[in-house]
C-alpha cells in the first residue's frame, strides 16, 4: 500500500509479516516485508471511517501472546465530541495464522490539557504497547503553540496503565454520550515536558539487571521537531 503516515508494528508471526496502522486511510495493514507487498487487512469498524486528516489511527499494540491486537483514534471522533473519549478497539484470534475479529471497543478519555493565555493545546493518543506481564499501557503526546503560530512551543509525554475491567463495551454506541458509558480507568505512570521532541512510539526494551523493564520511545521526525530516543523504567 501506499502509506503517508504509517505505524510499523513487529509481530511474532511465523512468516515475519508486519501490521502497519496507516492513519490517513485509516487502515491496518498486513505486509510482508520481503516482498514489499501487502497481505491483507483488518476490518476496522465503519465508525472509524468519520475520523478527520491528522487525527486518525496511530496506535497499534499486538499482545504478548500473538492473539489481541488494540488501535485507537489519536483524537476525538466528530460524532463523540463533548465525551472527551477516543475509542480503544480490540481485535482477537484464534493463533497467530487466524485472521483479526472485533473484539470489544472502549471509550478511552484523553487528558485534557491545563489552559494557558495565548497558548494553543492539542492532547491525543499516540501510542498503546503492552508490558511484559500483560498490562496495557497508553501514551499521550500534547502539543503546545502560540495561538496564529505553527511554532511548537513544547510537548508533554504522558504514560499511563490502561485498565478494561468496569468499562462498558462501547462498540455499538453510534456516539458518545457523556454519562451513558463508564470509560476505561487510567493510571499515571509518567509524565515529562519533552521541549521539541514528539514523542509517539513506545515499545519494550530489555529487562536491566536490576530486574526491571525498560521501555524505548521515539520520537516524531515532523518539521521543526526534535529525533530523540528515550529509555526509562516505569513504576
Same mark, same amino acid.
Given at each position: ?16 509479516? *508486519? ?24 476490518? *476496522?469498524?465503519?465508525?472509524? $471511517?468519520?475520523?478527520? +486528516?491528522? =487525527? ?9 501472546? #500473538? *492473539? ?13 465530541? #463533548? ?6 478497539? =480490540? ?10 475479529? &472485533? ?16 497558548? +494553543?493545546? =492539542? ?8 508490558? @511484559? ?7 499521550? $503526546?500534547?502539543?503546545?503553540? !502560540?495561538?496564529?503560530?505553527? !511554532?511548537?512551543?513544547?510537548? @508533554?509525554? =504522558?504514560?499511563? @496503565? ?10 455499538? &454506541?453510534?456516539?458518545? $454520550? ?6 476505561? +480507568? +487510567? ?17 519494550? #526494551?530489555? $529487562? *536491566? ?27
Amino acid at each position: 500500500p501506499a502509506l503517508k503516515d504509517g505505524r510499523w508494528v513487529v509481530t511474532a508471526q511465523p512468516d515475519g509479516t *508486519l501490521w502497519i496502522a496507516d492513519e490517513t486511510g485509516p487502515e491496518i495493514w498486513h505486509v510482508d516485508p520481503k516482498r514489499m507487498a501487502s497481505v491483507g487487512k483488518v476490518a *476496522l469498524p465503519p465508525v472509524y $471511517r468519520t475520523i478527520e +486528516k491528522n =487525527r486518525g489511527i496511530e496506535a497499534l499494540a499486538i499482545g504478548n501472546d #500473538g *492473539l489481541t491486537l488494540w488501535t485507537a483514534n489519536e483524537d476525538v471522533l466528530p460524532g463523540d465530541e #463533548g465525551s472527551g473519549c477516543v475509542r480503544l478497539q =480490540r481485535f482477537s484470534r484464534a493463533s497467530v495464522t487466524n485472521d483479526w475479529t &472485533a473484539s470489544g471497543q472502549w471509550a478511552y478519555p484523553l487528558t485534557v490539557p491545563q489552559k494557558v493565555k495565548k497558548v +494553543k493545546k =492539542r492532547n491525543g493518543l499516540a501510542e498503546l504497547c503492552f508490558t @511484559r506481564s500483560g498490562e496495557l499501557l497508553g501514551l499521550e $503526546r500534547e502539543k503546545a503553540r !502560540e495561538k496564529g503560530s505553527d !511554532e511548537v512551543i513544547e510537548f @508533554r509525554l =504522558r504514560i499511563f @496503565r490502561v485498565e478494561i475491567d468496569g468499562a462498558t463495551d462501547v462498540s455499538a &454506541a453510534a456516539a458518545l $454520550r457523556p454519562g451513558a458509558f463508564t470509560p476505561v +480507568k +487510567k493510571v499515571p505512570l509518567f509524565e515529562r515536558a519533552t521541549g521539541k521532541a514528539m514523542y509517539e512510539a513506545i515499545g519494550q #526494551g530489555p $529487562r *536491566l539487571q536490576d530486574g526491571k523493564d525498560s521501555y524505548v520511545l521515539v520520537s516524531d521526525g515532523d518539521k521543526g521537531c526534535d529525533e530523540k530516543v528515550m529509555v526509562l523504567t516505569l513504576p
